[in-house]
């Protein structure tokens, strides 16, 4: 070649020739080496510098340097090469590219995206609600190539095809990594509602909540986090779940509360509802129950009269059970118990005010204070028996005043009484009502074995049915009194202690029995009637309530009747002869023979002084059997 070194270094690159000139350079990358120039301005130099290039040695070196001096550059082309094709090649339909603004138009806004290009997005893309352009000159924002031409020859760009490209990449993230996203609940479909995670989902009703949800309309406009539970790019589909991200949220803040929960901390918790048997405790992740029992020491109806949904309350921790997760809680253990001193607060026979909360077939509640009730008994309220129902008495909401009968901490109750702020009548009984007088009552009730007969309030006397008349076999006293009857009675006994007084009725009345056994002897002759039969005689009226009984034996010609034939017919009215008398008993003993006897054996008009001698001698063991058998029979009534 000719020429010297420095031309073969220089002469490429400070005099190109006219083709080159003519030839655009790539930016960033050398001017190319001329066929044969030197490779390095070094390797020229050394020749000039060391000596000709004749020399053997100095020609191997030149050489060796020329070649790796080849090498090198040629590498380099090639990487220089391929990045300046890389740069220059055209954007891709549907790629996303970073751009700046250039400028705004009343209908573009005009982005550069590199590659020596320009592209246009509709204004309307980037326009806020108002209707004012949300970008200006300088701004970057990113873009998508989309299909089309422009007027102008710019490229066609599409911001919201770019925002929903880069979002369906932000949401396949999301969920194959199951990350929770935001969204905006935008209307109501069939089945479910339609959320804006930066595409339209689609989030099923039963998605929504842990717990069934009525009102989805409700939901319409709520920014909700929710999970994507399944996506679909291809076909645009995606479905997501609010319901997931609170189930997962619940679980970990469970998690801490289990771990944290004690029995007997207090906890800070919120109302979430309320039932008939108390309230549930949103205590952050997991639920307690607030039992209606455990609100107050007082009584409380339901859990309304103290609590709201939404309240923020602090309660203790009664009892946990960490494997079924369940809490137990308590209000009223947060301030003292006051049945601890109920003793010193009332004592017995202490007067106490309050006031009438609720009313039973027993008797009535009486609150004394907050979380203190007593009971006021039925048998309480009054000395009478007589009263059916407490509401006779008080009625709920009353004001009254009661005697502290009894206190019994361990099992809270109180006993009250009402009729104890009055004297009790049984204790001057004795000094107002003597044995013998007559009293005047009201039948309050009937028993098989007697009546109860109110004298005054609160003093009942007892008619036995024995007690009710002399003469008269009374199986009930139904059958002579009725209740509510007024009658009068004789004080037969008076027992204060026990509280008793016995009454009679027949006592009003002399005994006409004791009358009979008064005017009358044995021998003397009674006139009466035949009023039963029995097969060992028959029995004689002889005075209202008074019989006798005529011996078969005692009757003339008796054994020549038949058996089942009565002695005497009944209703026969005749003499007959007293030959036994038992006042104790109350039993007479009769005998026709001696009538006859004596009329035999005395003149017509005479009487019949030795009557009694006659019959002195009989025997009267058969008499006494008979009567004593027939007192336990009921053939027919006495009367």
Avoid at 116 to 125: N, S
Avoid at 142 to 163: F, Q, R, T
Wanted: hydrophobic residues 35%; proline residues 5%.
């Amino acid at each position: 070649m000719a020429g010297t070194p420095e031309e073969h270094i220089h002469e490429p690159i400070d005099q190109p020739n006219s083709r080159d000139e003519h030839q655009h350079q790539l930016p960033g990358r050398p001017a190319p080496l001329a066929p044969g120039a030197p490779q390095a301005a070094g390797a020229g130099g050394a020749d000039s510098e060391y000596g000709s290039s004749n020399s053997s040695d100095d020609d191997e070196s030149a050489d060796f340097l020329a070649a790796m001096n080849a090498e090198m550059a040629e590498e380099e082309y090639g990487h220089l090469i391929d990045d300046y094709g890389g740069h220059l090649e055209p954007p891709a339909t549907g790629e996303v590219l970073q751009g700046t603004v250039l400028s705004v138009t009343s209908k573009d806004v005009i982005v550069d995206i590199g590659y020596k290009m320009e592209g246009a997005v509709p204004i309307h893309q980037l326009l806020d609600a108002e209707g004012n352009c949300t970008v200006q000159r300088g701004d970057v924002i990113h873009v998508a190539v989309d299909k089309g031409e422009h007027p102008e020859g710019y490229v066609v760009l599409s911001h919201d095809k770019a925002n929903r490209l880069k979002n369906w990449d932000t949401l396949e993230r999301a969920h194959r990594e199951s990350l929770v996203v935001s969204g905006r609940v935008t209307g109501r479909t069939k089945g479910g509602l339609s959320v804006d995670v930066g595409a339209l989902a689609f989030m099923p009703g039963s998605q929504v909540d842990q717990r069934p949800v009525h009102n989805l309309d409700a939901w319409v406009g709520q920014d909700i986090p929710v999970k994507i539970l399944k996506l679909n790019r291809r076909r645009g589909n995606i479905v997501v779940s609010r319901k997931a991200v609170v189930e997962e949220d619940v679980t970990l803040r469970k998690g801490a509360i289990l771990d944290a929960v004690t029995e007997g901390a207090v906890v800070t918790g919120t109302v979430k509802t309320l039932t008939e048997y108390g309230a549930f405790i949103d205590l952050g992740g997991i639920d307690g129950l607030l039992h209606v029992s455990d609100m107050s020491f007082g009584r409380v109806n339901h859990p309304s009269e103290m609590l709201t949904p939404g309240d923020q309350i602090s309660v203790k921790v009664l009892k946990f059970d960490r494997e079924k997760e369940r809490i137990s809680l308590g209000l009223k253990q947060l301030n003292p118990d006051p049945w601890e001193s109920i003793h010193e607060r009332y004592p017995a026979g202490a007067r106490v005010i309050g006031r009438i909360v609720s009313i039973t077939d027993y008797g009535a509640f009486v609150e004394l204070e907050a979380g203190v009730e007593g009971l006021i008994h039925i048998s309480e309220m009054t000395w009478s028996r007589r009263m059916k129902h407490p509401s006779k008495v008080v009625r709920a909401g009353d004001q009254v005043e009661a005697v502290v009968l009894e206190a019994k901490p361990k099992d809270r109750r109180i006993s009250l009484g009402i009729k104890q702020l009055e004297a009790d009548p049984w204790t001057t009984v004795i000094d107002r009502y003597s044995v013998g007088s007559v009293v005047e009552g009201r039948i309050r009730k009937l028993s098989d074995f007697g009546a109860f007969l109110e004298i005054e309030e609160g003093v009942d006397g007892l008619v036995h049915v024995s007690d009710l008349s002399w003469t008269k076999r009374i199986k009930h006293p139904s059958e002579m009194l009725k209740k509510g009857q007024i009658i009068q009675a004789v004080i037969l006994r008076i027992d204060s202690t026990n509280r008793r007084l016995s009454l009679g009725v027949k006592q009003l009345q002399p005994d006409a029995w004791e009358l009979f056994f008064r005017d009358h002897k044995i021998g003397d002759i009674v006139a009466g009637r035949v009023c039963r039969a029995a097969s060992f005689g028959v029995f004689v009226e002889l005075a209202p309530g008074v019989e006798g009984l005529c011996h078969r034996s005692e009757v003339p010609a008796a054994n020549d009747r038949r058996p089942d034939e009565p002695a005497i017919p009944l209703g026969d009215e005749m003499s007959f002869q007293i030959i036994k008398m038992s006042e104790g008993e109350k039993k007479i003993g009769l005998s026709l023979k001696g009538v006859v006897d004596q009329q035999e054996r005395s003149a017509p008009g005479d009487g019949f002084p030795e009557a009694a001698a006659d019959h002195s001698g009989y025997d009267d063991a058969p008499m006494e059997e008979n009567m004593q058998q027939d007192e336990g029979k009921d053939e027919s009534p006495t009367s």
